[in-house]
């Protein structure tokens, strides 16, 4: 373990000096697109370039991160699993970039888009399964208004943190640009069900200055 954290801090030392070499490296793909590290090494590296932003990680993803779900999972699952805060910041960037900007609908791009806006649809609706949860525990316990009263965005940890992430999604888009793809992916048509869903169930969960996604919703529900 300390070797690794050792090699992890050396990394990031190497990418605040030179970012578009080690990025070059890293984010290195195979030629099916994958990348060329596995998984459980690269997962934890590009996850603490997230926690720590470390600078211009944004555009060497956008430009770089290999078309690699097995990858894009591990990530996601490793800040989801130690950085709750970093994972809140990092989802809404990955929608904008990695899933909303795909290609055209024959591309690699395409698929790797849809798996990212299903992983994250699923995480997000558990999120939301969770608080639902808590907030009926805590009405079983208190009366009605105990429950109804709690400010979600309070004290309930991960799941709060990643949820306050919908203030930024561009839901509209999201939805059109998935619905575009679904002739030719069938994850596209899994993610924009379970997002419309997401945002339907948050639209009577969440406190309104939190989801801001009432126009969204019906706007896309045309």
């Known amino acids: 373990v300390e070797a690794t954290e050792q090699l992890v801090g050396s990394l990031l030392e190497a990418w605040a000096e030179d970012a578009d070499e080690v990025a070059s490296v890293l984010l290195r793909q195979s ?3 994958t990348s060329a590290w596995p998984c459980p090494v690269l997962a934890p590296v590009l996850a603490a370039v997230v926690h720590r932003d470390i600078p211009s990680w944004r555009i060497a993803f956008a430009d770089r991160l290999p078309q690699d779900r097995a990858l894009f999972n591990s990530l996601w699952a490793t800040l989801c699993r130690a950085t709750p805060a970093a994972a809140a910041e990092f989802w809404p960037w990955a929608i904008c970039e990695l899933a909303v900007t795909a290609g055209d609908t024959a591309s690699r791009q395409v698929v790797f888009a849809a798996s990212i806006a299903l992983s994250l649809a699923k995480t997000l609706r558990a999120d939301l399964a969770t608080i639902k949860a808590d907030l009926e525990f805590d009405s079983a316990l208190g009366g009605e208004e105990a ?4 400010k979600v965005s309070g004290s309930l940890g991960p799941a709060a943190l990643r949820l306050r992430g919908l203030i930024k999604l561009p839901f509209a888009a999201l939805v059109f ?3 575009e793809h679904v002739p030719h992916e069938s994850a596209a ?3 924009v069900e379970l997002w419309m869903k997401l945002a339907i169930e948050a639209c009577t969960v ?7 996604m009432d126009t969204a919703v019906e706007v896309a529900s045309k």
């Open 31 to 33: 030629a099916d697109g």
């Open 147 to 150: 429950g109804a009263g709690r």
């Open 177 to 179: 640009t998935l619905a």
């Open 189 to 191: 048509e899994e993610a």
């Open 206 to 212: 969440l406190p309104t200055g939190e989801r801001k």
